[in-house]
């Protein structure tokens, strides 16, 4: 053990061993705190989805609600950027404004559809197919931040044309702390310049392996993040779906598990509860530092589990405070081990 004192690891008095600096820093969520906001970009879709194990033909989701459920669980409010149509349904809105998701910044436009997308996943659950993008209102989506959102202390910028990124942190009179942007291999092949212009005002991307080799042109996840991190974010978070994500800041690198679990039914949203569950760890502990990060990427990866466990973002509604902390214990006995050193 003194070796470990020696290391400063904080040692647990109890059983005299170190503390898993995981379940050192997961703090209870108390209710009642007040939270600063976080305002989230994304879109509001319908979705049609077919996986191995069924199909959907239409049922709500986009990426910036299956941030907006996520984090709900963890902050509120969540002051939400987005644009439906005049189909979107009101019991939807409702449920989400009765989580804490403000809609002062979304747009319903009241002779036009929602965004449509279609995909079917392979049998390795891994990879999909688009088979339709309706963009509908998403066509013409000029985001506004209104001014009840002037204040945020966090932006999450939800995948989605670079351009509307960029035009929504430029927007804002007060930077926000930390902005967080998710995007995809789409926009690296039609919008690279755009992208590049976005990369350089943010803090921490998101992507997932293939897209962070694509915008790195290097195989070596490590040669991509350093290139990467040149690009402009101070953090790269790396979702590697089933095998967990990496996380690279300066010269550190965490990596987090991610649970095996008995059925994946629909992987869509995943990488967004991802996302939501990383926010709003962050909001609720209002600390950006690379170590409290490590945190909030095992809450995303908790909201990532619970989202691919049904079609859609209803596993994400269904979840209460009890489940999260329960599932938040079965990451830490995951990867918390003792090691002898012979
Ligand atoms: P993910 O599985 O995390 O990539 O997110 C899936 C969600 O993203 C779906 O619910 C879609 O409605 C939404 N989506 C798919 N393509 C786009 C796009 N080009 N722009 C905005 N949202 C999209």
Redesign the pocket.
């Known amino acids: 053990m003194k070796d470990f004192q020696l290391q400063g690891l904080p040692i647990n008095q109890l059983t005299n061993k170190p503390i898993n600096q995981l379940t050192a820093t997961f703090a209870p969520f108390k209710k009642n705190k007040i939270f600063m906001a976080i305002i989230s970009l994304?879109?509001?879709?319908?979705?049609a989805i077919e996986t191995p194990f069924g199909k959907v033909d239409k049922i709500v989701?986009?990426?910036?609600?299956?941030v907006a459920y996520a984090a709900s669980h963890l902050t509120q409010p969540i002051q939400q950027i987005s644009i439906v149509g005049n189909d979107f349904p009101e019991d939807e809105i409702s449920e989400l404004k009765k989580r804490g998701v403000q809609f002062d910044g979304v747009e319903i436009v009241p002779d036009q559809k929602s965004?449509?997308?279609s995909?079917k996943y392979h049998l390795d659950m891994n990879t999909?197919d688009?088979l339709i993008?309706d963009?509908n209102v998403?066509a013409n989506f000029n985001p506004k931040v209104p001014e009840s959102y002037q204040n945020a202390e966090y932006l999450m910028l939800?995948?989605?044309?670079p351009i509307l990124q960029l035009s929504v942190i430029e927007q804002l009179r007060k930077r926000p702390d930390l902005i967080v942007l998710?995007t995809?291999n789409?926009w690296m092949a039609i919008a690279m310049e755009d992208l590049k212009k976005v990369l350089l005002k943010i803090d921490v991307l998101l992507i997932n392996d293939s897209e962070a080799r694509e915008l790195s042109n290097e195989y070596s996840l490590v040669k991509a993040a350093k290139k990467i991190l040149q690009m402009g974010p101070k953090f790269l978070i790396i979702k590697k779906g089933e095998h967990g994500a990496l996380l690279f800041h300066e010269d550190k690198v965490f990596v987090a598990p991610a649970l095996p679990l008995d059925e994946v039914f629909d992987?869509?949203?995943?990488?967004?509860?991802?996302?939501g569950g990383f926010m709003g760890h962050i909001d609720h502990t209002k600390n950006i530092s690379f170590e409290n990060m490590k945190t909030a990427i095992i809450v995303g990866s908790v909201m990532a589990s619970f989202c691919v466990e049904k079609f859609?973002p209803q596993r994400l509604k269904e979840i209460n405070r009890k489940d999260i902390d329960k599932r938040l214990s079965e990451f830490v006995q995951l990867s918390d081990f003792d090691i002898s050193l012979v």
């Open positions: 994304g879109s509001m879709a319908f979705d989701g986009g990426s910036g609600t299956y965004f449509f997308w995909g999909r688009t993008t963009l998403l939800g995948n989605l044309m998710d995809m789409y992987p869509t949203g995943a990488g967004d509860a991802f996302a859609g």
